[in-house]
């Protein structure tokens, strides 16, 4: 159980709060760069509680600006992008990309020299390209590196990035990644049961261990029956910091929108098999994924974070910490909030908090990875059919509801599957399996 003052501590996210000061000494993904990718060069975005328009002008560089002009408050995220920044489509204010007003077309017409155009500048941001993903940082300078994570150098692989807009706080988003227990009862059981299969519950587990390293904490667990072999066991899963979740073949960003909103952002990682090498994917595709079922109006529980997202916003929209009773499983959210209240003291004392990058002399930064080897040597089509969880992963999305076709077409002409089909169906292979290098949280 937590008071009520910390409780607020933790979920306030705002500017000028103690949490959002934290969170902002580190980059946020907040788009896809296929976004950007035609026309329609500019968008809006709300992060860590500010209105702002993200836009790519034709130079090719990024913006992140307040989102109303400064003239008479018109909103830019309908701005005409130029070559360099973005214009107001309303009296054709021109900004750049650090915010300073270019171009005021009648005041400058009526007053060649203007100098009060200089004194107009509109709040901006860093905005930064990786990974196929736009990140977004609002801290203080010098600003850190947006971290190079080893899997995004990866080669020969399928990727795709999926939003889903989800109505709760960051926090409780986050605490699920350190919560090892609830993947035996919401991904198993309680699947089981929702596919009304009365049989017996599966595996319990029987020991958990939680670890603190540079980048996060790790959490391990064991299965009754499972060796001390067991990947879930020697290697682990990784809490990201401050709002991620690494699983071995893909990301997972909680990304604070405001006090109780959260952007659940997806980085997907899928090696092709080694007949289709070299692989070169020239664009990586994005989609948004529906949360809520549009005939019934309840939430979506056929696939893996669509089950998470139940258990987030059903703990309400800000988790009330101080009615909670903490069990023996949650020492790994005990440790998370025990370091974020040493972060939150650091930056109090005008320090870095953890896990900020700020050298990349050493390269790509490794994370623990149970299938790192075949992530990067690749395998076999015919190894990864008889591997019941990479079966699984080929056979449908397991993540999210709701992949367009075209990115499932996609995605199968990279993994040769069309070739195959008859080798496997959907129905058959696209059950949560207990974890594993494919799908196991």
Not at 218 to 228: C, D, F, Q, V, W
Not at 339 to 363: C, F, H, N, T
């Amino acid at each position: 159980m937590v008071s009520e003052a910390r409780n607020e501590l933790f979920v306030r996210i705002g500017p000028g709060t103690p949490m959002g000061e934290l969170l902002r000494r580190y980059w946020h993904p907040v788009a896809a760069a296929s976004e950007f990718d035609g026309e329609q060069r500019v968008r809006s975005v709300r992060l860590l509680g500010e209105d702002l328009v993200m836009f790519k002008d034709f130079s090719g560089h990024y913006g992140l600006v307040e989102r109303r002009c400064a003239h008479r408050g018109a909103d830019l995220s309908y701005g005409i992008v130029e070559d360099h920044g973005l214009r107001c489509q309303y009296h054709g204010w021109h900004y750049d990309r650090d915010g300073r007003c270019l171009a005021q077309p009648y005041e400058d017409t009526v007053d060649p020299q203007n100098a009060a155009r200089r004194t107009v500048r509109l709040t901006h941001y860093r905005a930064e390209e990786k990974a196929g993903l736009v990140w977004a940082y609002m801290g203080p300078e010098p600003a850190p590196l947006v971290p190079a994570w080893e899997p995004f150098t990866w080669e020969h692989g399928f990727r795709q990035i999926v939003f889903a807009d989800v109505p709760c706080n960051w926090f409780q988003c986050q605490e699920n990644s350190v919560d090892p227990v609830h993947f035996e009862w919401m991904h198993e059981n309680w699947t089981m049961r929702l596919k009304g299969d009365r049989g017996a519950y599966t595996a319990p587990h029987i020991r958990l261990k939680f670890e603190e390293f540079e980048y996060g904490l790790i959490y391990k667990r064991l299965r009754e029956g499972a060796s001390e072999d067991n990947p879930l066991w020697t290697v682990g899963r990784v809490a990201l910091w401050p709002n991620a979740f690494f699983l071995g073949s893909h990301f997972e960003w909680r990304v604070p929108v405001d006090d109780e909103n959260t952007l659940s952002i997806v980085w997907c990682f899928d090696r092709v098999p080694r007949e289709r090498e070299p692989y070169l994917q020239r664009r990586i595709p994005h989609w948004y994924a529906p949360i809520k079922d549009e005939a019934t109006g309840r939430w979506i529980t056929s696939h893996v974070i669509n089950q998470d997202i139940v258990a987030w916003v059903g703990q309400g929209t800000i988790a009330d910490r101080t009615r909670e009773t903490p069990g023996r499983s949650d020492e790994g959210v005990m440790l998370m909030r025990k370091r974020l209240l040493r972060d939150l003291k650091a930056v109090e004392r005008g320090q870095d908090p953890s896990a900020l990058v700020r050298d990349a002399a050493d390269g790509p930064i490794a994370l623990p990875c149970a299938n790192r080897e075949w992530q990067i040597r690749g395998r076999s089509l015919e190894q990864m059919l008889t591997d019941k969880l990479t079966r699984a992963r080929l056979a449908d999305f397991p993540f999210l509801a709701g992949q367009p076709r075209e990115v499932r077409s996609e995605f199968e002409q990279a993994m040769g599957l069309a070739e195959i089909s008859d080798r496997f169906t959907a129905k058959g292979a696209a059950g949560l399996v207990e974890g594993g290098p494919a799908m196991g949280q």
